[in-house]
């Protein structure tokens, strides 16, 4: 039984099993955002799941700031979603109803910074001595107070000097894709390429500075 609780699951399973008024995937974990104007009573909700996180043994990370509560869940020993995180989760909105929080947007966004490279064993010891941050696998570096965007490197075949060579990448939860999009190209945007959608679209600004909005889906953890 402990061993099915931890094997990953699809993210359409996980998607379709959640309470969809406060919870998404993004980048690969589940998140929502509980709000109040009643700081008290978000922190005693941080303090409650806190508790529930010590007699789950699964511990989400938790942002307290003025006003909400972002709850994120990811296995980490698993690489993925699993059984445990759709517990915590069904049990958190449990107490955030109780406590009677609203909700925002749910799952907010998650940001990436994406540098193109030739040689990225190359560069990317620049960029973790610079930023001060940590590896997290041969082509991402994370903050280690868990707040900045990731870096990631993508590896390139030719050099491309007609464009950028940083980009980033915005990823919204699936149902939230739509409406960015018309947003940005609202604002000026263009549209290079929606090959790869629902997964990702590359837009561009009047310059040709790029940015990648991206779901879960369309991917093969879909």
Known sequence: MAASRSL??????VSASVDDRHWR??????????????YAALAAFTADVAALAIELDHHPDLVLRWGAVTVTTVSHDVGGLTERDLT????????????GLGSAAPGGQVLEIA???LDIPAVLPFWEAVLGYRRSGDDELTDPDGLGPAFWFQQMDAARPQRNRIHVDVS?????????????????????SEDEA?????L???????ACVTTWQGRSTS
């Open 198 to 202: 629902p997964a990702f679209w590359v």
């Open 8 to 13: 990953p699951l699809p993210h359409a399973e």
């Open 115 to 117: 540098i193109d490279a």
């Open 25 to 38: 995937i993004v980048l690969g974990t589940l998140r929502a955002t509980f709000t109040s104007k009643d």
């Open 172 to 192: 919204v939860p699936h149902d939230a894709a739509p409406a960015r999009l018309e947003a940005a190209l609202a604002a000026g945007g263009r549209l290079l």
């Open 204 to 210: 561009a600004d009047a310059e040709g500075n790029e």
């Open 88 to 99: 915590l989760a069904a049990r958190v909105s449990g107490l955030a109803d109780a406590a």
